[in-house]
């Protein structure tokens, strides 16, 4: 924390003493116009995504701190562009604030962004800051991607194998653990500390892509997938529903944090990792070879965990048969207006 | 209006509702993925501009509809891709909602940004929806420009003719006539409604470049400039401080819309042009001969206004002596956090 500004408020020092401090986190060379500029590589796409966070309802300072709001905030964007097959160029930033939120807390939250972004190289390329009643952040990612690699929703074709490219239900357990902190008091300090991780400080995977890329290699056919941000089940019915399409997904080989396994029921757990959501891993769906060899190089929590089928439902099988199959339908997380 | 929705609230149809009702405004190819993919050009570069708008601060249902609310929103991100030379490709609308707005409202302030954007052939390519405590607009705006054209403020050179392309002072004389309309009994219908639309609808002057790039020809030197926003005194002032230079600008070449010659004093004019702002002209500083010539092909209010010096001020001269001369600093008009 910067001494100078920790009692400092944002009425301080206004707007403009706000944008000073800002910049700091900007490449040099694009402040002070109107827009800013980015070059780009020749025949790529631009790709372009928008969030906006709002605070008590997208975040809330009992779980989160500003670093961890604005790491959280980076790598939602970050990946919906990987989600498509896009490399990130750089994100905006729009800013509404209360005049009594600390300039630390913006500090904060600029190092938790910047933090997130630089491990992609990527830079905050421009913003706005307003007054505003409620902390507001609405960020603009922009990347750019080869257009025959752009990843789709709709391009799910039969007999695709559907891969995770990670475990599903930590960051819902990492909430849980923050809100309750009792409920882990069967967990070892290192589980409880990778699950509140996941949490607070998801990866995007644009990692996944590079690797992706070399597999393919000159191979035309289309990936479908997206990420599982607001869960797994969401991302299944998703794409099966733009594809036109139905899937089989084992429920046996959907990977789950080591600690759920001693923790939580069969019951509990498979429901943290379809309908918890932020885990921000990646659903792809595409021939199985390809596939596995995919899910074998990225190992740690990567699997294929079903089939695309020429069904229109999601259907949750049990291998073991200990549970009854059953249909996916949207997580019932989504945001309602009250 | 639509009536079917009139009386709907927000909240009656929840996040995704809404964005059924808003994805109409989108083309169709690039509704349903984690981003929005769109081609550009080979050799442009991206320019990305964003802005923050709060209901209550930005804007007020006394003097602005939701239709004037979405198109003013849209002219301000495209004057801004104007400003820096590029040709806009798309914008992407980040919305916060109190479950309370009517839907109508949203769309009718979608059907303002439509109206604007429709001009210069500009999608809406992406956007959120989520729920706020108060309306909040979040737009960023990206183009593509020729990185030997671009416009920005650090390049204004001495010797350099200041032009503007059109009035100053109509858009706050509108907001005026708004606010207290008995202040416009002096002026006639027409008048009044010039001036009000101004305010209401400005139009960025994206019609500027493609005149500018012609004139040019082939020529390399480069332009400084940038929009009148946040007033004509702080342009000049801004693109002063960017390039090291000064100015020295003729009060009676300012272009005032013509009513204020018998609706105003000399002062209050004079204060309306310089500090009124949301114009949303372009001030631009080149060459004597390109700057005559783009004066003269836009007619309507476009003027040569002063020239740059190499003092370190912008100094508002009066050729008829009937003021003397005054040093411009920024406007008062910065918004402060309070």
């Known amino acids: 924390m910067n001494t100078e500004s920790s009692s400092l408020l944002v009425k301080d020092i206004g707007e403009q003493g706000l944008l000073q401090i800002l910049q700091r986190f900007c490449p040099t060379e694009i402040i002070g116009d109107d827009a800013a500029v980015i070059a780009t590589e020749l025949e790529q796409s631009l790709v372009v995504t928008t969030d906006v966070l709002v605070d008590k309802i997208h975040f809330s300072e009992l779980t989160t701190s500003a670093v961890d709001v ?47 972004l630089q491990q992609y190289n990527t830079p905050i390329v421009g913003g706005d800051v307003v007054r505003s009643p409620v902390i507001t952040i609405a960020i603009t990612a922009f990347g750019q991607a080869y257009p025959q690699r752009i990843i789709r929703r709709n391009q799910a074709q039969v007999g695709d194998t559907i891969i995770v490219t990670g475990v599903h239900g930590a960051s819902r357990a990492g909430l849980e653990l923050l809100l309750h902190p009792e409920k882990g008091e069967n967990l070892s300090p290192e589980e409880t500390k990778a699950l509140i991780s996941a949490h607070q400080r998801p990866q995007p995977r ?133």
């Open 70 to 116: 604005g790491w959280r905030a980076a790598a939602a964007n970050l990946s919906d562009l990987a989600a498509m097959g896009a490399s990130p160029l750089g994100i905006t930033v729009g800013l509404g604030l209360p005049g009594d939120v600390s300039v630390s807390w913006v500090e904060q939250m600029y190092v938790g962004m910047t933090q997130c």
């Open 206 to 338: 644009l990692d996944v892509l590079p690797i992706l890329w070399q597999i393919l290699g000159s191979s035309q056919f289309a990936i479908a997938g997206m990420d599982s941000s607001d869960g797994l089940a969401d991302a299944l019915v998703q794409i099966c529903r733009a594809s036109n399409v139905g899937a089989v997904v084992e429920r046996t080989q959907i990977p789950l944090p080591p600690a759920f396994v001693h923790w939580l029921t069969k019951e509990q757990a498979l429901e943290y990792s379809l309908y918890g959501g932020e885990d921000f891993e990646l659903v792809l769906c595409l021939p199985k070879e390809p596939a596995y060899k995919l899910v074998q190089i990225l190992g740690q929590g990567a699997a294929a965990i079903g089939k695309i089928t020429n069904g229109s439902t999601v259907v949750l099988h049990d291998q073991k048969q200990e549970f009854p199959d059953q249909v996916l339908t949207f997580s019932q997380g989504f945001q309602h207006f009250s």
